[in-house]
Every structure is written in C-alpha cells, then in structure tokens.
C-alpha cells in the first residue's frame, strides 16, 4: 500500500494538497526574487560577468570578440597565473598524482605534495607549522571558532574581508568591533576585553576593497601591553609586500610579535585556489582535529597543490618578482593623481579609483572596456553606500605602456562623464 501511494504522490495523484501548496510557494519565491532582482538592476548595482576566452594575464580574449584587452582588475600580482614553470608543475602533479582525491585529508585525501606544500608554506613564513584549506574563506571559517570559545574574545577591525567577518559569526566568543585602524579606539575595546581569558585581535594585512595597510606596529604594541594575540589575514599581501614577499608583517618588521596568519594561494601565489593557516604547531594540531571546513572539505586537488608549490619556489629563489611591484604602483597613482583622480590606499598595488556614484562607476567601468581595459566598478553591498570606486589592480607583468594606456583612458572617460573638470 505503501508503494502504491508513494507512485500516486510522484505522478501527482493522493497528494495533490502538498504539491499544490508547494507549487505556490514556489512561484510566491519567484515573484520576490525578480523583483528585489530588479531592485538591483534600478539601483545600477548589478554585477555583470565577462566571459574570458584566454588565459589570466596582463592582456585577455573576451568570448565574443573582444581581443588585446589589458586587464587591470585581477588578483593575479605577480603575474604567475600564467607563468610557464607553474603551468609545467600543475601538469606533472596532474600526471603524477591525479585529478583529485575524492576524499577528505583525515581519510585518503592527504598525498606527500600536500605534507610538502605545508612545510613550505611554513618555511616560507618563518612559523612553526601550516595547514591547508580549499580556500582563505574557509581557513577565516575554520579558525576561530575552532580556538574560541564563550570565555575568550575577538576584537575585530570594522572593515576586515567578509570571510573574517562569516568566521568569527560562527564562533562563541565574546565579539568586539573597533573602528577601522583607529588604535584609540582599539585601546578601548582591549581594555574592555581584559576580563575576558583570551584577547584576539583580528585584521586584515591588506584591505581589499582601499588598498590601506594596517598600521601592524601600534597593533603589537597594544596586543604586547593588554596581553593579547594577533591574527592577521594576508590575502592582499603575500608574495609581493615586504623585502622577500611575506606580506605585512615583514612589511612593518613584526613577524615575531604576530600569532597566526591566514592567507590564499588563489592570488599572488599561482592565483589557482587554496588557502591556509600558519602559526604555533599546537594550533595547526587543533585545527587538524576540529577545524569544521578542514574536516569536511575534499583535499586541494594535486594540479593546484603543484601551482602553488612552484610560486613559492619561485619567491624564495630571488625576491626580483616581489619587489617588481612598487615602480609601476607608483607609476600609475602618480600618473591618475595628477590627472585629477582621487586614488583611495597607499603604495598598494590595489588602486581604487573613488567615484562614490555607482551607476558612474559601472558605467565608467563599461567605457574603458570599449577603449580595451578591463576594470570592474565596485558598490554596495560590497563596498559602504556612497564609497563607490573602480578597483585597479597593477601586476608586475604589465608594462610602462600597458599602464600608460589605462591611464589615457581613464582621463577621456573620466572628462565625458564628468568626473574629471
């Protein structure tokens, strides 16, 4: 009887009510998705996708036509997405070590190339140990609420990536919110902490979206003087800030003073997938043991663990590609400051070029497209309301010319739309 019933349900009959019911509760989910669709459309802050046809690098094949495109808004730093040694290692990985693992690391996803790429990673950071995640936003998902707990606290930067902001939601720590580098304001917030047993203080390195620095000395010596630790996500610093490309704290000569660091292989480092943590070797251990999206994700597949490894071997051999950056960041802040721009950030290769309308800046972003450069406006909700911008981001394979041309560029767009007096 059962049967019979299940086969009426499933062809419509015996449980018309239920499916009915579904039916309108279907179509009721539809209405309200097209229309706050719609809302975005209105609201000139909807986010089109171009289909690139090539490989990531400086000049791009767009599907449908449009070919020697310069690309100004990858993350792709230092140019090693497409570099040909990094390509030729995630081919012998593919070959030595297969697609992929089918499995998560604690079962049968853990393979030599990933034990190897941690010990890198470590290496290259100067800690203790590291742990990879399939992505920087689950090792922001996995760590904090894997090390906090009800009796400890995280004070965080206001503008911190939204995966810094997702992982400390799903922890049980008491949370704290401080002003956007505003160390007065930090101070306070460490004070109000100190009945807490555990003080972290958690910031960006880099800021994505302004292309500002924190200001990582002051944040040690107030972590150092309320007893409290530093975490830092160096998503938009490593490989190329610093010296030899470690990111911010060797930037601001802190490595010994900050605890744990977070960070991608998506961008800099081969600009493939992946991220990590690394940090004390008792924390990597916890991680390994209750990390949730550690524990539940499959292992990066070998391919990727192969681009990485090689962009690490490449920084560590000569630091030439890191410090490649700073001569053509300045030449294009210098270049768009003198033609009128306000460029938001200092000295970072991450350019925004503040507009504060939304629709100017998408539609500026599809004007340079006609003149062959790729940038993307940003607005809410991905930056505040009013704080729209074009984001422009300088690798180190684009040329003087390539740079030269965005600029010429940006300065007719900027004069037609009113932009620029």
């Known amino acids: 009887m059962w049967r019979a019933a299940a086969v009426r349900a499933l062809r419509g009959g015996g449980a018309g009510a239920p499916r009915a019911a579904s039916g309108s509760a279907a179509a009721q989910l539809r209405r309200r998705l097209e229309s706050e669709l719609e809302d975005i459309r209105g609201a000139g802050t909807w986010k ?61 996803g853990t393979q030599s190339i990933h034990k190897d790429l941690e ?28 090390l906090l707990t009800p009796e400890d606290a995280v004070l965080s930067d206001e503008l911190n990536h939204a995966s810094i902001i997702d992982g400390i939601r799903l922890c049980k720590a008491n949370k704290y919110r401080y002003r956007h580098m505003d160390m007065q304001d930090l101070e306070a917030k460490l004070k109000e902490a100190q009945k807490h047993r555990l003080r972290l203080v958690a910031t960006d390195g880099a ?53 744990i660091i977070n960070s991608t292989l998506g961008k800099a480092l081969g600009g493939a997938a992946g991220g990590y943590t690394t940090g004390p070797k008792p924390l990597i251990d916890l991680l390994r043991q209750r990390s949730r999206p550690y524990l539940f994700s499959n292992s990066l597949p070998p391919a990727v663990v192969g681009c990485a490894s090689k962009a690490l071997d490449l920084l560590m051999e000569s630091n030439a590609i890191a410090q490649s950056m700073a001569a053509k960041t300045q030449r294009f802040r210098s270049k768009m400051t003198a033609a009128g721009f306000t460029i938001s950030g200092k000295d970072h290769p991450i350019c925004p070029v503040m507009l504060g309308d939304a629709r100017l800046a998408s539609v500026m972003a599809e004007d340079m497209l006609n003149r062959g450069i790729y940038v993307i406006g940003f607005s809410y909700p991905v930056v505040p309301k009013g704080k729209a911008r074009i984001r422009v981001q300088i690798s180190a394979v684009h040329s003087d010319e390539d740079i030269d041309r965005c600029v010429e560029a940006f300065t007719e767009v900027g004069r037609k739309h009113g932009a620029l007096s």
């Not at 690098?57 to 040909?84: D, K, Q, T, W």
């Not at 697609?99 to 079962?107: C, E, P, Q, T, Y």
């Not at 409290?228 to 601001?252: K, Q, S, W």
């Open 48 to 108: 089109s996708e171009r289909i690139i046809a090539s490989r990531q690098g400086p000049h791009l094949h767009l599907a449908g036509g449009g070919a020697g495109i310069i690309n100004f808004c990858a993350n792709n730093y230092l140019g090693l997405s497409s570099h040909p040694e990094v390509i030729r290692a995630a081919v012998e990985a593919l070959e030595k070590f297969g697609a992929g693992l089918s499995s998560v690391r604690f079962i049968c």
């Open 119 to 146: 010990e890198k990673i470590a290496r290259f950071h100067q800690r203790e140990d590291a742990i990879l995640y399939a992505s920087c936003f689950d090792a922001n998902a996995g760590i904090f609420e894997a």
């Open 207 to 259: 800021f994505s979206m302004d292309g500002d620095i924190a200001p990582l000395r002051e944040i040690c010596q107030l972590a150092q003087q309320y007893d409290a630790l530093v975490f830092i996500d160096e998503c938009h610093a490593t490989g190329f800030l610093g010296p030899n490309g470690r990111g911010t704290d060797e930037l601001l000569g802190v490595m010994d003073k900050v605890t």
